[in-house]
């Protein structure tokens, strides 16, 4: 089978369908002889998840440690969804792994079984991908919610991580933000360390009850324990009030504030597990020391999180309210004329967001677009929200690629900024 075969076969498996139960995923691991031998470190949360991934794999490999690293959504190539040692598999390797779990899942299938998930498909390779690589550490994050997530299969991870929560998903996890915090702690092991991001929605008692109930020592990891310096050009940085990070004074390659929590509770992650490994505690306090953290981070780009991919064009993979909401506070400062490209898949709460999006300040005008796919926000419907609540001028464009040439053709001195959907940032990044 060809790589570009194996990619159509698992974009058939339909996406959102019922989940099969942890059992069935642990069961196809042992089948495909995944040892589970690597440290787990499992992350999940609403909002922040892949950050928080893509900061810890980042320390991980300062340190020389081998890494998998398993996230979710791709934004171009499934292949960016399997990193080993900061390397996306190569089309030969996930063709090889594809091979390895579709010959497997026939053979169950003919026991009887039922076939996995697009998610559950994906996971299970990654997970043959990490074994055969025999990497130290796998950074895992989660798919949906967590309780019942197929990344969950994991019984001892090293650490579990859980990022801010807000409403998102709702259809599956639950109306309130107590019941998808309740899916999100789902993941809380007995003996196993929680490390959590302070939240102000009630979701924090949630999260300290399933941990106390399990017998899982929980950290709150509270905002006042760091301090933003200055936000610069192209870059934010911060210090730590705890003695342990000395003086340094930490950057990232990003300018939103809340990628200084994601940043900060990565660093926890790695405090967490230095303690629990001597050989890794002495390491990251003798030469180089906390040196090789800071540069890590600082040398770390999250694809499709406030990235600049042209010179005053940025894309956001901002797609719920509460993200929307932080998108809203880090640009509202910016003493700038913003131009605004948006779409949203219709199981969003996208009238909400607009309505957020119609409070920022200095906005020359709205540009909406209708994405490929079932799922997606009729532009119509989005462009009527959007006058709903602006008297900016609000221009619809058929597809991505029309508002794309639409929005470089009038960018002047304007900052742009594409947000609503990951699907529109992967689009957008598939063309540059």
């Not at 690589?133 to 991580?161: F, H, I, M, Q, S």
């Not at 019941?179 to 302070?198: D, F, T």
Request: charged share 25%; aromatic share 10%; hydrophobic share 40%.
């Amino acid at each position: 089978m060809t790589y570009q075969q194996a990619v159509e076969y698992i974009l058939d498996i339909p996406k959102f369908t019922a989940k099969n139960d942890l059992a069935h995923t642990a069961r196809l691991l042992d089948e495909l002889g995944v040892t589970g031998r690597a440290k787990v470190i499992h992350v999940a949360g609403t909002n922040g998840k892949g950050s928080v991934c893509a900061y810890v794999d980042a320390m991980l490999r300062s340190r020389k440690k081998r890494v998998g690293l398993f996230t979710s959504p791709h934004l171009v190539r499934m292949n960016e969804r399997i990193v080993i040692d900061g390397r996306q598999i190569s089309d030969v390797e996930f063709t090889e792994v594809f091979e390895m779990v579709h010959k497997k899942v026939g053979e169950m299938e003919r026991q009887g079984f039922l076939h996995p998930t697009f998610f559950e498909f994906l996971f299970c390779m990654a997970m043959v991908a990490f074994t055969r690589a025999d990497v130290e550490y796998v950074v895992l994050e989660t798919g949906l919610g967590g309780r019942l997530d197929a990344t969950n299969v994991v019984k001892r991870p090293a650490c579990c991580v859980i990022t801010s929560i807000g409403r998102d998903h709702m259809q599956w996890l639950g109306e309130t933000v107590e019941e998808i915090a309740a899916e999100k702690a789902g993941i809380i092991k007995a003996g196993v360390p929680v490390l959590y991001m302070e939240n102000e929605n009630g979701s924090d008692g949630v999260i300290e009850k399933k941990a106390s109930e399990v017998g899982a020592p929980c950290k709150k990891i509270e905002k006042s324990a760091f301090e933003i310096i200055g936000t610069f050009e192209k870059y934010i940085a911060f210090s730590c009030i705890n003695q342990y990070y000395e003086s340094t004074v930490w950057k990232l390659h990003n300018t939103a504030p809340y990628q200084v929590e994601n940043a900060y509770l990565a660093l926890e992650v790695m405090r967490l597990l230095c303690t629990r490994d001597r050989e890794a505690y002495a390491a990251c306090r003798g030469e180089g020391g906390l040196s090789d953290w800071q540069k890590a981070l600082a040398g770390v780009v999250w694809p499709g999180r406030m990235e600049e991919v042209r010179p005053g064009i940025y894309v956001d993979g901002a797609h719920n309210i509460s993200a929307v909401e932080r998108f809203v506070q880090t640009v509202s400062t910016r003493k700038e004329r913003k131009v605004i490209l948006f779409s949203a898949v219709s199981d969003k709460e996208y009238k909400e967001m607009i309505a957020c999006l119609c409070a920022l300040p200095d906005v020359d005008c709205f540009v909406v677009t209708h994405l490929d796919g079932e799922r997606a926000a009729d532009a119509g419907a989005l462009a009527d929200l959007f006058t709903s609540f602006t008297d900016k001028p609000v221009i619809v464009k058929e597809s991505p690629r029309e508002a794309w040439d639409y929005v470089v053709s009038i960018q002047d001195e304007r900052t742009v900024y594409c947000l609503g959907s990951l699907y529109l940032v992967g689009m957008l990044k598939k063309w540059m």
